[in-house]
């Protein structure tokens, strides 16, 4: 229930609408339903990142822990199906979610995307990202 919540309040609001912090009406009722307010200053983040594109430093993939980026690296491909050749990991400082992120540069050589460079947060152990960046294909688990 708490993820449908979140899910929907991720979605009621334009990105631009999104003050992270400020309290609303909404937030009353996400904390009345049992959500916190910190799990409401989450989906407000959530909710203002979209406006940019997957894999930005503005909307970071959000993933648990070094496991869980390896494990959507290994899921994308390339346009023409390919699996993009890894660069080293580099920290890239401070991303959308107040948290360290991680950048990769990432290469499918002729294919599209070409050479792109993906900002990873690894602190979200429970969020399991579905979508891919823009150019990119993902695979099913």
Known sequence: M??????LLALAAPASAQQIGARSA???DL????VTADDADAARAVAAAAA????SRENPVRVGGPEGGRAYIARLRCANGSVPKVGERAS???GAFGTVVDMYP???????????TLLLDMYHQEHREE???PGFTIAPR
Not at 52 to 55: A, R, S, T, V
Not at 106 to 112: I, K, M, N, S, T
């Open 2 to 7: 708490r993820r449908f919540l979140l899910s």
């Open 26 to 28: 909404k937030t009353v």
């Open 31 to 34: 904390m009345a339903a049992g």
């Open 52 to 55: 940019f594109p997957l894999g």
């Open 92 to 94: 890239a400082g401070v």
């Open 106 to 116: 990432l290469d499918c050589g002729a294919a599209a995307p070409g050479r792109v």
């Open 131 to 133: 979508r891919a960046p």
